[in-house]
């Protein structure tokens, strides 16, 4: 995601408004591990955090579940380095629990809305209503979701509610750790299911729109701090500044909707 020059100055001076009350003595090395839900929001965001404080951010990008080797659980368990964890939020209370994320750090970000994409120029199908969708899954040859949150909700709770669970077994695929959207522009789907911000990013795929209401997931995407952070006043920050004003044009931009307060 690329801005102009302008936009890029006042959302620097955005992050200096947003942490003008946060003491820095010396600039940090940010450890983040961020799911695919707010990397596009949060690549275009940190430029300006690193600009305005001198801090450096180091981002480790993954699921924010799962068994795949980028996995934040799997990163997490064979010991890489975290100050920063931005992640499906229930996920995020998964890793409290567990002790590997500090209990009362986590901030939400965004909600986000699941979508489904065709690939670049092929016919958009009807995806008004729950049986305009209904239709539509059962008329494409394949369909491809998320191993992730939303694939998690597609799979195991939309599948069943539309009443068509025993059809979509056979064409219906799940996609681990690769964008969804990058199956459905080389044509092995045509039909992909995830989080829209994580289909808009990516080439050679058109957005349909997001499901209806009546079948709609809002994922909520949080961000708090990891157990033995090596910089967590940095760490407290860069989320401070995720979650401000300065942030919310970006993220907008990015197809999540900003969570007003961080609550």
Not at 46 to 65: C, D, H, L, R, W
Not at 236 to 248: D, M
Request: proline share 6%; charged share 20%.
């Amino acid at each position: 995601m690329r801005f102009p020059a302008i936009h890029f100055r006042y959302l620097t001076l955005g992050v200096a408004a947003a942490l003008w009350l946060t003491a820095s003595t010396q600039a940090a090395e940010i450890h983040v591990m961020i799911s695919g839900g707010f990397s596009a929001a949060y690549n275009a965001l940190v430029p300006a955090f690193e600009k305005a404080t001198g801090n450096k951010v180091i981002t480790a990008y993954g699921p924010s579940m799962g068994t795949t080797v980028n996995a934040i659980p799997v990163r997490l368990g064979r010991g890489e380095p975290a100050d920063v964890l931005i992640l499906v939020g229930y996920a995020l209370d998964d890793l409290i629990k567990q002790g590997k994320a500090i209990a009362g750090s986590k901030v939400d970000l965004v909600n986000s809305k699941i979508g489904v994409a065709v690939k670049a120029g092929a016919p958009k199908p009807d995806i008004s209503t729950a049986d305009a969708v209904k239709h539509a899954l059962l008329a494409a040859k394949s369909v491809a979701y998320s191993d992730s949150a939303s694939g998690v909700y597609v799979s195991t709770v939309m599948f069943d509610k539309l009443g068509i669970a025993a059809e979509m077994k056979d064409k219906a695929k799940k996609i681990p750790a690769t964008p969804v959207a990058e199956i459905v522009a080389k044509g092995e789907a045509e039909l992909g299911l995830q989080q829209i911000s994580e289909l808009k990013p990516v080439h050679g795929v058109d957005i349909v729109g997001p499901l209806p209401d009546s079948l709609q997931k809002i994922t909520v995407f949080s961000a708090g701090i990891a157990t033995g952070a090596k910089e967590p006043e940095a760490g407290k920050a860069l989320i401070k500044f995720l979650a401000s004003p300065a942030a919310r044009e970006t993220i907008i931009n990015s197809g999540l909707e900003p969570i007003e307060g961080g609550k």
